[in-house]
């Protein structure tokens, strides 16, 4: 199991190589090939349980880190939907899970990334995303903040 510094400190040389494009690479950032073995070590690696959180809260944590670490959708990505896309992707898992109908008339990227399944499922992908959306909202009112 990582250990919270562990774990941090692959998502930043993660993030950091992300922010290299290929055509400067300059040796002193994470080649593809490195990020991708960094991404399935986080992927595999056991998330600490606090043991006053639900089973359900754990699965929730453990899709937004799978969101982040094996769909690559890192917070740097997630900081350009600034239209509410995140939010309107979990309303359509919450409102599929709800109803069992498809809800992609609003959903808010391409069809092949609605991939609804079990009504359980989709609110852990909903609830996910909903994190994704307040740690995206904290982030920007962070970034404002320091440029006032």
Do not use: F
């Amino acid at each position: 199991m990582l250990n919270d510094k562990q774990r941090v400190a692959i998502e930043w040389a993660i993030q950091t190589s992300e922010e290299v494009s290929a055509d400067r690479y300059d040796g002193t950032h994470l080649t593809w090939e490195y990020e991708q073995e960094l991404r399935a070590l986080l992927a595999a690696a056991p998330v600490s349980v606090d043991e006053r959180q639900t089973q359900a809260a754990r699965d929730v944590l453990a899709e937004r880190a799978r969101q982040v670490t094996a769909e690559g959708w890192t917070p740097k990505h997630d900081d350009g939907y600034a239209q509410s896309e995140l939010v309107m992707a979990a309303v359509c898992y919450a409102y599929h899970a709800a109803r069992g109908e498809a809800s992609a008339n609003i959903w808010p990227w391409l069809l092949e990334r609605w991939k609804p399944t079990t009504p359980r499922r989709n609110l852990i992908k909903a609830g996910a995303l909903i994190l994704a959306e307040i740690e995206r909202i904290d982030r920007a009112a962070t970034t404002s903040t320091k440029d006032a």
